[in-house]
């Protein structure tokens, strides 16, 4: 049986209902149940199927039925409930996950109670055992190896599975939760792992009470446990989206909590925090090949080769507008040092995953609720430390630097705790100085941060959350039983909550300026597209718009958007990327006069004379471009780049001599595998074929160009050759004799 089928049959059928589309979707419908085992769910099949005909023919035949709306909508909602269970049916058979397993060792034990449904809490199986805990819970620190520790932990785990994997939540649900929340007798990382149960089960199997769970849990409103509840609740309306608007209950409650200031604020952290995850993966390769790399060296990296487009290393063709700057300040070049990877940390972007990805090997992690489990310095694991002949002194302190660190999430925090023992002397004597310096620190920092940042502990405290959820759909041994919630765009300001809940105009601002500091041009575009439309007068908005655009490629679109700004405020900074779009739209000559233009009004800007100098060098007048070029060299008389194009231009003009002097002084730099075919060109018009042989033969082994691109090189050169006095059969002998030596 194929699982994934089933799985993208589901998907496709909430997809056509959310659509209207009935009919399609009951048809796939039906091709499911042929793998079911419960005969029950095809009859409810066929009752929806008869249901809907006749909803059909009487709207055809025009009978007037005040109910019909309400019908139609339990209709809707009675198909996704029905594809709900035949999906959890045929998973529970054929896929051989661990959640199935689990869930019907769980069915089996129940049913040995004697007890077929739970309808209240005196039915649930672990009703003894959490009588037991509530009458002995004042009991404080029990010892771990105690049997009511050991009891209580697997009563944890019982409510956990429970939670998890009931697909509809009743009254005895219900009552578990007040007794959760509301008794006293269960810790603060107990709730936090029975509400992630709660998100996790809503993932699994759709059920409005266990969104409505989730909202109580939030509004009550205990730190550590309120963020994991809304931000449960924000990844499963985003994961539902299709879902929400046919559930008028859920619609009004979410609609409500809107209402309010501080709602907004914390689902404006959570999502913008999801939204991070998707730098991970790119920050964990950047970690891996550019920054430790630079750290293990200690020294200064070394420089990519230079061409036309660095002549000015500090303003190339591609820059952000300057009066964008204060909303970069924090993300410039910010994988280039240490001190800049800080400030992504200190932002909450996750730098740890790739380094602690190795170390989610230990035993600790097969639990299957261990990697949602808070980090406290209380926990079991902790306790294992004492006995650490270095360690076990230092543990408290340890302990409490580590559940204090706002730069580490729980599960890493684990992971380090379980690896320190297997450290040397040294290292584990390195790390206790290490934490009581960070314990320290945290010590200062935390008061007056959290007066200047009232949000502060629920921001860290949902990064945590989310870089744990992160790590479980990326690591854990079970991700393969869930859909990763964090691939794809992530585009959550186009979820129906986020509408329902947040000032869309204000937050999604903020948001497309966040996707346009990280280079998510395409999100940035589609959002600075609808503020457009609210501030059709705004020169900035279409500016970004236009430079959206350019970033990826779209130049005619990019000239649309920089025309438009030009209109509303004429600026140098657009007049010059109206002259680069025309000029990769390779309308050199229209380029060339907005480039112009452009430097009329900054006379002193060398970047404008560059690419006034390129649109020249474009169109083959080489004279001029060389009165710009040099004007850049005798205003930046250290830049070895400028010499290129100098030295090619004369060497079009039949210059020899003096293209002869300008790559001499560019040979300090070193020769690119560019300049040696120009050096062969320069020595073939001057007769020297065995120079101009060595040269081409050099350009190729030096490895920066295949052979394909250098017979592409060649040909495009081959009339500027013969219009300087190469003999045109000579082209294809030396060609042919360049390929023999290299093999």
């Known amino acids: 049986m194929d699982t994934r089928k089933t799985i993208q049959q589901h998907k496709r059928i909430c997809s056509l209902v959310s659509e209207k589309k009935i009919k399609q979707s009951l048809d796939i419908l039906n091709d499911m149940l042929e793998n079911v085992s419960e005969g029950h769910l095809r009859d409810e099949y066929e009752d929806l199927v008869m249901t809907y005909r006749n909803m059909l023919s009487y709207t055809i035949e025009g009978v007037e039925d005040p109910e019909r709306e309400r019908v139609y909508l339990r209709l809707i909602q009675s198909i996704l409930e029905l594809s709900d269970r035949v999906r959890q049916d045929i998973l529970s058979h054929y896929s051989g996950w661990n959640t199935y397993w689990v869930k019907q060792q769980a069915e089996k034990e129940q049913r040995l109670t004697g007890k077929t449904l739970v309808e209240n809490v005196d039915d649930l199986m672990f009703k003894s055992e959490l009588d037991e805990w509530l009458r002995l819970s004042s009991e404080i620190n029990p010892d771990p190896e105690s049997e009511i520790s050991r009891k209580h932990r697997q009563l944890i785990r019982n409510i956990f599975n429970h939670l998890w994997l009931t697909d509809y939540y009743g009254e005895a649900e219900e009552s578990l939760l007040k007794i959760i929340f509301k008794s006293g007798k269960f810790r603060w990382y107990e709730s936090s792992i029975f509400t992630t149960a709660i998100t996790l089960s809503l993932f699994r199997f759709w059920h409005t009470e266990k969104l409505t769970s989730l909202i109580k849990i939030y509004q009550q409103g205990e730190e550590k446990v309120m963020e994991r509840a809304l931000t449960g609740l924000i990844l499963n309306l985003h994961y539902h989206n299709g879902r929400i608007l046919l559930y008028p209950d859920i619609v009004s409650a979410i609609s409500e909590l809107g209402k309010t200031k501080h709602f907004r604020e914390h689902c404006r952290i959570i999502v913008l925090q999801i939204i991070r995850s998707r730098e991970t993966e790119k920050l964990g390769k950047r970690l891996q090949d550019e920054i430790l790399p630079q750290v293990a060296k200690l020294r200064p990296r070394i420089e990519d080769k230079l061409d036309l487009n660095n002549i000015l290393p500090g303003e190339g063709n591609e820059e952000k507008n300057p009066d964008w700057a204060g909303m970069f300040q924090d993300s410039e070049e910010i994988f280039r040092t240490m001190e800049e990877l800080t400030n992504l940390q200190m932002e909450g972007a996750d730098v740890y995953m790739s380094a602690f990805a190795n170390l989610k090997h230990f035993d600790f992690f097969k639990d299957f609720q261990n990697w949602f489990m808070p980090f406290y310095p209380d926990h079991d694991i902790v306790n294992e430390i004492f006995r650490d002949d270095i360690l076990g002194p230092g543990t408290n302190e340890l302990a409490e630097a580590m559940y204090k660190t706002p730069f580490i999430c729980n599960s890493d925090k684990f992971s380090l705790i379980l690896n320190l023992k297997y450290l040397p002397a040294a290292?584990?004597?390195?790390?206790?100085k290490v934490f009581r310096m960070e314990l320290e620190a945290l010590g200062q920092f935390g008061d007056n941060e959290s007066l200047a940042d009232p949000t502060r502990n629920f921001r860290t405290n949902v990064t945590q959350y989310l870089q744990d959820i992160y790590r479980f759909f990326k690591l854990s041994p079970y991700k393969k039983e869930f859909e990763d919630i964090f691939t794809g765009r992530l585009d959550i300001y186009n979820s129906s909550f986020f509408r329902l809940t947040c000032n869309a105009a204000e937050a999604e601002a903020g948001l497309a300026d966040y996707f346009f500091s990280k280079d998510f041009y395409d999100d940035a575009l589609e959002l600075y597209t609808r503020q457009v439309e609210l501030r059709p007068d705004d020169s900035l908005l279409y500016e970004k718009m236009g430079y959206c655009c350019q970033k990826t490629e779209n130049y005619g679109k990019a000239l649309e958007y920089y025309h438009k700004a030009e209109i509303i405020e004429k600026k140098a900074w657009t007049i010059k990327k109206i002259g680069l779009c025309l000029r990769r739209l390779d309308r050199t000559e229209e380029a060339l006069a907005y480039y112009l233009e452009a430097g009329s009004l900054e006379p002193e800007n060398l970047h404008t004379a560059i690419m006034t100098a390129h649109c020249y060098l474009d169109l083959k007048d080489y004279e001029k471009a060389l009165s710009h070029y040099f004007r850049v060299e005798y205003n930046d008389p250290g830049n070895i780049n400028i010499l290129r194009p100098i030295a090619y231009c004369y060497f079009a003009l039949g210059k020899f001599t003096e293209s002869e002097r300008y790559f001499d002084r560019l040979s300090s730099g070193g020769f690119s595998s560019h300049d040696l075919v120009n050096l062969g060109h320069l020595s073939l018009c001057?007769?020297?074929?065995?120079?101009?042989?060595?040269?081409?033969?050099?350009?190729?082994?030096?490895?920066?160009?295949?052979?394909?691109?250098?017979?592409?090189?060649?040909?495009?050169?081959?009339?500027?050759?013969?219009d300087l006095g190469v003999n045109k059969d000579d082209i294809s002998i030396i060609l042919d004799y360049v390929l023999f030596s290299i093999g």
């Open 686 to 722: 001057k007769g020297m074929k065995k120079e101009a042989v060595e040269f081409y033969r050099q350009s190729i082994l030096k490895g920066e160009i295949t052979t394909e691109h250098f017979m592409a090189i060649f040909s495009e050169d081959t009339n500027l050759l013969t």
């Open 427 to 432: 290292q584990k004597n390195m790390m206790l």
